[in-house]
């Protein structure tokens, strides 16, 4: 019987922090400015390049579900981030009424008021006949540790 197996090639396509833009408000009548900071939020946009079904659980490193994302095939959805933070992912992909649990492995997210990140993280998945990939088990996937 051949066994499916997922292997999730992470392409990080771009990690890319971006300036804020400054503004200077100044009077005709002063000779002093004040500066207004524009406020972003950091953006990843998982991006599913397969026929799965995917469940992304988007961890905080440190433990505890900051996000569960669902991407049904050749779909995408951007997340929003407000503060710098490290991140490990979880995935749940179903194909054909099979399914496998994966280590998605970590990212970090960069927000301040001078930058933030703008990536994308896509997956493309395959079947193979041997054990390839960093599975893990269904009650790991599960765990919001």
Same mark, same amino acid.
């Given at each position: 019987?051949?066994?499916?197996?997922?292997?999730?090639?992470? /392409?990080?396509?771009?990690?890319?922090?971006?300036?804020?833009?400054?503004? *200077?408000?100044? #009077?005709?009548? @002063?000779?002093?400015?004040? !500066?207004?900071?524009? %406020?972003?939020?950091?953006? !990843?946009?998982?991006? =599913?390049?397969?026929? +799965?079904?995917?469940? /992304?659980?988007?961890? +905080?490193?440190?433990? $505890? /579900?900051?996000?569960?994302?669902?991407?049904?095939?050749? @779909? #995408? *959805?951007?997340?929003?981030?407000? *503060? %710098? =933070? #490290?991140?490990?992912?979880? !995935?749940?992909?179903?194909?054909?009424?099979?399914?496998? +649990?994966? =280590? $998605?492995?970590?990212?970090?997210?960069?927000?301040?008021?001078?930058?933030?990140?703008?990536?994308?993280? @896509?997956?493309?998945? &395959?079947? +193979? $006949?041997?054990?390839? $990939?960093?599975? !893990? &088990?269904?009650?790991?996937?599960?765990? =919001?540790?």
């Amino acid at each position: 019987m051949k066994k499916f197996i997922l292997t999730v090639f992470i /392409l990080v396509l771009g990690l890319v922090s971006a300036s804020t833009q400054n503004f *200077r408000n100044s #009077s005709d009548n @002063s000779s002093s400015s004040s !500066i207004t900071q524009q %406020s972003e939020s950091a953006t !990843i946009t998982f991006k =599913n390049k397969s026929d +799965y079904n995917m469940t /992304l659980k988007v961890m +905080y490193h440190g433990g $505890g /579900l900051y996000k569960t994302v669902t991407l049904s095939p050749q @779909s #995408s *959805r951007v997340v929003s981030f407000s *503060r %710098s =933070n #490290s991140f490990k992912l979880k !995935i749940k992909a179903v194909h054909n009424g099979s399914t496998s +649990y994966h =280590n $998605g492995g970590n990212f970090s997210v960069t927000c301040t008021s001078t930058e933030w990140t703008e990536g994308e993280i @896509s997956f493309m998945l &395959s079947i +193979y $006949g041997n054990g390839l $990939g960093p599975s !893990i &088990s269904a009650k790991e996937f599960e765990s =919001n540790n």
